[in-house]
Structure formats: structure tokens, C-alpha cells
């Protein structure tokens, strides 16, 4: 079973930066790697329904992102290293709560993905961000 494992959480002051990773691991299928999976990250503040952050295609050709992060987030990956990686900047308030990384099996298509949630069928267990001074 895939295996998704978030760090580089923690608490930052507004307008800090930090780097979230995901390690993916668990490909169990011969043949079958991360170039196969589409990656998003996505988050939840207390109360609040999980919402899509980024996400990035098996290529890494395609990026999205949610209105509220662009120009301040970007995702990326290395394959070879079975890794993503979100880098966030000028973080805010706003942009407290857990973050998970999830990747989606796409194996025919290499050029799309999704900022939705339902599209997503393995979840790491999350990475707590706090912005606060």
C-alpha cells in the first residue's frame, strides 16, 4: 500500500517561510513508480472542511493552485527521489492548519491534476504549519 509521509511543519512568524516535503513509498505494482502518480497537498484548520492547496502533475509540467496561495507557494517534485515538496512564502495567519500530500494514480494521463480532494485515493497522515507572531 502507498505510504505518504509529511515533515517540515512547524511555527513560523508572518511573512516567514518554510518547506513542506512528502516521501512516498509502497509501490507495490512491478513497474508502477511516483512518475505514475499525480501529487497535491492540501490542508485543514480547525473547524473547517480540507481544502486544495496545490497540486502537480506526473510530469511536473502542470502546476494549480488555490487563488489564496499563488504567488506565495509553489510545489514541486523529484521523482527519483520519490519526493514533493511545498515551498511556502510570506506565509499569513490564515494559512495555519495540517497539511497532507496525496497522490493520485493516473497512468495514462501525465498532464493534468486536480485541487480536489475526491480525486485522491492515498493521504499521508499530515504536518501541523502554525503562523503566529
Known amino acids: 500500500q502507498l505510504q505518504l509521509v509529511e515533515s517540515g511543519g512547524g511555527l513560523v512568524q508572518p511573512g516567514g517561510s518554510l518547506r513542506l516535503s512528502c516521501v512516498v513509498s509502497?509501490?507495490?505494482?512491478?513497474?508502477?513508480?511516483?512518475?505514475?502518480?499525480?501529487i497535491g497537498w492540501f490542508r485543514q484548520a480547525p473547524g473547517k472542511e480540507r481544502e486544495g492547496v496545490s497540486c502537480?502533475?506526473?510530469?511536473?509540467?502542470?502546476?494549480n493552485y488555490a487563488d489564496s496561495v499563488k504567488g506565495r507557494f509553489t510545489i514541486s517534485r523529484d521523482n527519483a527521489k520519490n519526493m514533493v515538496y511545498l515551498q511556502m512564502n510570506s506565509l499569513k495567519p490564515e494559512d495555519t492548519a495540517v497539511y497532507y500530500c496525496?497522490?493520485?494514480?493516473?497512468?495514462?494521463?501525465?498532464?493534468?491534476?486536480?485541487?480536489?480532494?475526491?480525486?485522491?485515493?492515498?493521504w499521508g497522515q499530515g504536518t501541523q504549519v502554525t503562523v503566529s507572531s
Open positions: 496525496a497522490a493520485d494514480f493516473r497512468p495514462f494521463q501525465s498532464s493534468v491534476c486536480y485541487v480536489k480532494p475526491a480525486e485522491y485515493e492515498n
Open positions: 509502497g509501490f507495490t505494482v512491478s513497474g508502477v513508480t511516483l512518475v505514475h502518480y499525480a
Open positions: 502537480i502533475s506526473r510530469s511536473g509540467g502542470i502546476t
